[in-house]
């Protein structure tokens, strides 16, 4: 019965360098969402899945992030060209219906930071 | 653009005192969550309002939900030092776009 994992948990990159975050959602969960929270700031939405399309990208800061989940289940949010102002941690939740109106189990965050 | 206001930043109480956090849309709501989320943790759900004016109860919490679908609240009875947290409203638009209030930080004091 594991939870929503992401990988890895602590993440510093060097400004410039591309980073690769890794969520692996609960089992079954239709919807996958990724959010930014900066410190002591509500997360931030960032993109929403639907199996495996993005029905939603908006939040996106800029065209250096990038996310898929190609089969429907693991998602990856890769971020090009790092920038300090994307040190944070990056939240991903998953939830059983498809829609984003249902609880939503959040996983336990990777924190970067970009030196 | 949508946004979800939550007042206030901070509440430091002493235990027993009771405690509520509010948020505001600038536009109706379709539902509102609220999370809490520990120092260092992630933010768990704790509950869910869809309906107009909408009450829930769960033990010392109580969850408001306004007539028009704007503005909800949290109420702590007797706050307890596991009480400690950020409580995040997370407001759901039509369009699944779900935007999360700035969050109260509250501390208790033994």
């Known amino acids: 019965g594991a939870g929503v994992s992401q990988s890895p948990r602590y993440k510093v990159a060097k400004r410039g360098q591309d980073v690769a975050l890794r969520c692996d959602p609960i089992s079954g969960h239709v919807s996958l969402f990724w959010y930014q929270q900066a410190l002591g700031q509500g997360p931030e939405f960032l993109t929403y899945?639907?199996?495996?399309?993005?029905?939603?990208k908006s939040g996106l800061p800029s065209d250096r992030f990038f996310a898929e989940r190609p089969e429907g289940s693991v998602s990856t949010l890769k971020i090009q060209r790092t920038q300090q102002e994307d040190s944070a941690v990056y939240l991903c939740?998953?939830?059983?219906?498809?829609?984003?109106?249902?609880?939503?189990?959040f996983g336990p965050g990777t924190r970067l930071t970009v030196t | 653009g949508q946004q979800v206001m939550q007042i206030p930043q901070y509440q430091h109480v002493q235990e027993g005192e009771d405690f509520t956090t509010y948020c505001n849309s600038s536009?109706?709501?379709?539902?509102i969550q609220w999370y809490k989320q520990r120092p260092g943790g992630h933010p768990v759900f704790l509950i869910q309002l869809v309906k107009s004016g909408e009450v829930k109860k769960q033990k010392r919490l109580t969850f408001q939900f306004g007539e028009a679908k704007k503005n909800s609240s949290l109420h702590i009875t007797a706050t307890q030092t596991t009480d400690v947290g950020t409580y995040f409203c997370a407001g759901n638009y039509n369009n699944n776009d779900m935007r999360f209030g700035a969050g109260t930080r509250l501390t208790v004091k033994p």
């Open positions: 939740a998953s939830s059983l219906p498809g829609t984003s109106a249902s609880e939503q189990y």
């Open positions: 899945f639907q199996n495996e399309a993005q029905l939603d």
């Open positions: 536009t109706t709501l379709s539902n």
